[in-house]
Antibody
Framework: EVQLVQSGAEVKKPGESLRISCKGSGYSFTSYWISWVRQMPGKGLEWMGRIDPSDSYTNYSPSFQGHVTISADKSISTAYLQWSSLKASDTAMYYC????????????WGKGTTVTVSS | SYELTQPPSVSVSPGQTARITCSGDALPKQYAYWYQQKPGQAPVLVIYKDSERPSGIPERFSGSSSGTTVTLTISGVQAEDEADYYCQSADSSGTYEVFGGGTKLTVL
């Protein structure tokens, strides 16, 4: 079964750092992009950026460039999303999704990781 | 920055046809994709490459494209189709992905 398994919910304080993960299984991890998508409470989906796990090439939405870092370790089929200094406005659900290299549909999604940032 | 525009809400009675539009300047050049999201769940791909339906998606879901607008059509709407629907596509260069603002489908 093709699946993406995300790490568990996080509760952090403003200014703290965080890395969440997304582990792929059941397919060739290096044959698809992994995209990260934010959904703030009660709001819509926002594409943050993606990584090609085969060579760790990334591209980011201008809205998120410089605020987060996307990385991957292909040896363990895992992608990461990290923050160096969280803000309360980072409180959201974060999804990872498998994205085709040519037809860029997101056909497999993780269940999401809830990040809560509060003092 | 590039934007995709969807109506905030659409309401239909069971058995009727729901049409949800998505407009964007780059849509003549870039494929569009549609996702269904129910409360508390991750999104599910229901249409890819403008009009293709993934396996397991009911035939009542279809997609079409005309110029700068793509449309998701749900024929014979059922109560279980009540959800938020999002379109997704890329900017004209294919560098960035964008989601529409989402449309809440209400089945009356």
């Amino acid at each position: 079964e093709v699946q993406l398994v995300q790490s568990g919910a996080e509760v952090k304080k403003p200014g703290e750092s965080l890395r969440i993960s997304c582990k792929g299984s059941g397919y060739s991890f290096t044959s698809y992009w992994i995209s990260w998508v934010r959904q703030m409470p009660g709001k819509g989906l926002e594409w943050m950026g993606r990584i090609d796990p085969s060579d760790s090439y990334t591209n980011y939405s201008p809205s998120f460039q410089g605020h987060v870092t996307i990385s991957a370790d292909k040896s363990i089929s895992t992608a990461y999303l990290q923050w160096s200094s969280l803000k309360a406005s980072d409180t959201a659900m974060y999804y990872c999704a498998r994205q085709g290299l040519e037809t860029t549909d997101m056909d497999v999604w993780g269940k999401g990781t809830t990040v809560t940032v509060s003092s | 920055s590039y934007e995709l525009t969807q109506p905030p809400s659409v309401s239909v009675s069971p058995g009727q046809t729901a049409r949800i539009t998505c407009s964007g300047d780059a849509l003549p050049k870039q494929y569009a994709y549609w996702y269904q999201q129910k409360p508390g769940q991750a999104p599910v791909l229901v249409i890819y490459k403008d009009s293709e339906r993934p396996s397991g998606i009911p035939e009542r879901f279809s997609g079409s494209s005309s110029g700068t607008t793509v449309t998701l059509t749900i024929s014979g709407v059922q109560a279980e189709d009540e959800a938020d629907y999002y379109c997704q596509s890329a900017d004209s260069s294919g560098t960035y992905e964008v989601f529409g603002g989402g449309t809440k489908l209400t089945v009356l």
